[in-house]
C-alpha cells in the first residue's frame, strides 16, 4: 500500500512525467526485489517499442538506454492483449523476447522477467517489465501489485502522450505565419503566437489575459463572440488596430 500511495503521488505531483516514469520503476523493481525496471511504450500501430524508462536498483548504467526504438513483435503483443501479466521464468529460454533482445545487442542474458500491459480501456499503451539477473519465478502477490502500479502508469503515460502533442502543437503554431489567438469563451486571451505580436505591435505581457477591445472598433467582435457563445465556426474579414492606431482588414477565422 505504501508503494502505490508514493506512486499516486508522484504521478500526480511531477511535472518531469519521464522522471516520474523512471522513479516509479526503480521504486516497484525494488519492493518486489528485483534488479531492474522499465517501461516500454508501444506506437498506436502495434509495430514500434520506445524505451522511456530504464532503472538498476543499484543505480548503475542499463543494457537498455532510454530513448531506444525497436520494431515490436506481433506475437508479443498478441499475446500481452490475451494476458493480465507475463512471467517467464529465464529469458534464455523463450522466444518471446529473442527479436528485441537481438535488436538491442543483449546476447547470453539469463533473467527472470515479469512483463505487464499497460492499457487504457482495450488500447495497449506499453508495457511494466521488472527482471532479476537469474532465473526466478514471480509470485502471487508480485503480479497484482505489477498489475495496480501498470494501472497507474496508464495515467501517466497518457499525460506524457497528450504533453507531448500539446508541445507539437505549440511548436507549429509558434512557428505559423498567421495570427494566432486562444480565448476563454468570454473572450480572454490565454495564448497567441509570435506572428500575432508582429502583426498588431502588442506583446505578449500587454495583451494575455486581457479581453482586447482596443484591437477593433466597438461591436466588432458580435459576429466572434456569438460563434463563441453558441460553438460554432465563423469566416469572415474584420477591421483591426495596431498599437499605433494604424486600421488595416484582415480574414478571421474562428
Known sequence: LSLLN???????SSSNLQHALQTISREFATTIHADWGGVITINSAGTTGTIVASQRTDMQPTAMPMGT???FPQKLINLLEQSSTLSIPDIS???LFVDILSKLNVTGLHAGVLSIPIV???HLLGILGVGVRQPREYSDS???LAQRVADQLAGVITRMKLERTRQRLSKAMEQASDAVAITKPEGRIIYLNAAFERLFGYSQAEVLNTIPTSLAPE???EHINTALRNGTDW???MDFFRKDGTLFVADVSI
Open 6 to 12: 508514493r506512486i499516486i503521488a508522484v504521478s500526480a
Open 69 to 71: 526504438i525497436f520494431p
Open 93 to 95: 529460454e523463450s522466444g
Open 120 to 122: 487504457d480501456g482495450e
Open 142 to 144: 508480485d503480479t497484482t
Open 219 to 221: 461591436n466588432a467582435f
Open 235 to 237: 469566416q469572415g474579414q
